[in-house]
Nanobody, 114 residues
Framework: VQLQASGGGLVQPGGSLRLSCVVSTSIFGIDVMGWYRQAPGKQRELVARITSNGVTNYDYSVKGRFTISRDYAKNTVYQQMNSLKPEDTAVYYC?????????WGQGTLVTVSS
């Protein structure tokens, strides 16, 4: 299983980006998919996740600004990020667990700066 993340870039504070994560297999039935991020000098942290029945969870720091969603037809998970702040700057990784295996995308860099 391979995960290909994209959509990062440089954006000004208050701006928006949409991250995409294309999965090489069907995402139908996958229990949980999520987005994590790792800022320089910090540990990787969970940002958002979505379960197979559509339940979403967000870190308190992004709640109300980020939205995770999925498109079964495209085997893709998205993260819409609005009202971006400098503290959102990080490498963002998509993740899924299938069976007992943990899969990660390669990461996409988001830089929020004026």
């Amino acid at each position: 299983v391979q995960l290909q993340a994209s959509g990062g870039g440089l954006v000004q504070p208050g701006g928006s980006l949409r991250l995409s994560c294309v999965v090489s297999t069907s995402i139908f039935g996958i229990d949980v998919m999520g987005w994590y991020r790792q800022a320089p000098g910090k540990q990787r942290e969970l940002v958002a996740r979505i379960t197979s029945n559509g339940v979403t969870n967000y870190d308190y720091s992004v709640k109300g600004r980020f939205t995770i969603s999925r498109d079964y037809a495209k085997n893709t998970v998205y993260q819409q990020m609005n009202s971006l702040k400098p503290e959102d700057t990080a490498v963002y990784y998509c993740n899924t667990v299938i069976g007992f295996s943990n899969y990660w995308g390669q990461g996409t860099l988001v830089t929020v700066s004026s």
